[in-house]
């Protein structure tokens, strides 16, 4: 007769109830949902790694996680209203609950010692790069340069527009871009690749970290390689419509891989081929 024994359900498969306390509108249709659990301590996790956050009554999507990692005392999670999960998450306000499992997927790899670093997003893109940024200068002498190039279709779109001087004090340069002129901006107009080749900031000696649209995505990485940075020193985090998050569906495959297990972070040469694949 087999005795009782201890329960060996996986953590990531059991939801934790999380409440808001604090939410910041960011851009149109994004809002940065501040949250702990109520249960005790966040989980830990690495810089793009996401949670699998769940309205309830209606589903649960995959959100990075955008606070620094070092964080230990919340998660913030910046979400973009896309369909019903994240038109429900985006509604919240202080003291509503919701549920998050967590951690999953791969993260960024921050061991480059001595490299410089490239930062690359474009729109909502910079939330999963968010956590590499505070990662990168709370331990800036660690890197050579380090840059961060960030695009939106406005000025109105630029996501965190308020950290950007911050991040500078702290020995970050940040050049942020937007597509079209626009009445009242004197800053950059162009798309990430271009500024990313203009400034010259890319060369052998670096490591890039990329995110954005697949089109952005594969023209920087295309520019970077140009510009001789090795191409496993380039890394792309993936965005694909997920369902289970486990890597049993087969919903976010793309070619050989599927991203819930085997991303959200990737080298290039893993996706080179099929990153311009549409989804189904
Ligand atoms: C690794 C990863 C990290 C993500 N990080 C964030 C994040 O930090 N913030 C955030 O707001 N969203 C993020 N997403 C996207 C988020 O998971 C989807 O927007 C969400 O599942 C939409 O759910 P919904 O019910 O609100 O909309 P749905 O009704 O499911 O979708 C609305 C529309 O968006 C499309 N869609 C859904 N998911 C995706 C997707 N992943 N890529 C492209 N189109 C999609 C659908 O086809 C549909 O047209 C991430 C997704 C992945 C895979
Ligand atoms: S979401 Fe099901 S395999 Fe990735």
Known sequence: MTSPTTSTTDPLLVPRVHEVVAILDEIPDVVTIRCVPIDGEPFSFLPAQIGMVGAFGIGEAAISISSPATESGFHEYTIRRAGAITSALTRMRSGDQFWVRGPFGTAWDLDVDGRDIVLAAGGIGLA?????????????????????????????????????????????????????????????????????????????????????????MSLTAERLLRADVPADQIQLTLERNMQCGNGLCGHCQLGPMVVCRDGPVVRYPAVAASLMVKEL
């Open 128 to 216: 999963p790069l968010r956590s590499a940024v505070y990662a990168v200068i709370k331990q800036r002498e660690r890197y050579g340069a380090a840059t961060l190039v960030v695009g939106a279709r406005s000025s109105a779109q630029l996501l965190y527009a308020n950290e950007y001087e911050l991040w500078r004090e702290h020995g970050l340069a940040v050049f942020d871009t937007i597509d079209e002129p626009e009445p009242g901006w004197s800053g950059r107009v162009g798309f990430v690749p271009d500024i990313v080749e203009q400034l010259g900031i890319a060369g052998p000696s670096a490591s890039a970290m990329v995110c954005g649209p697949d089109i952005m």
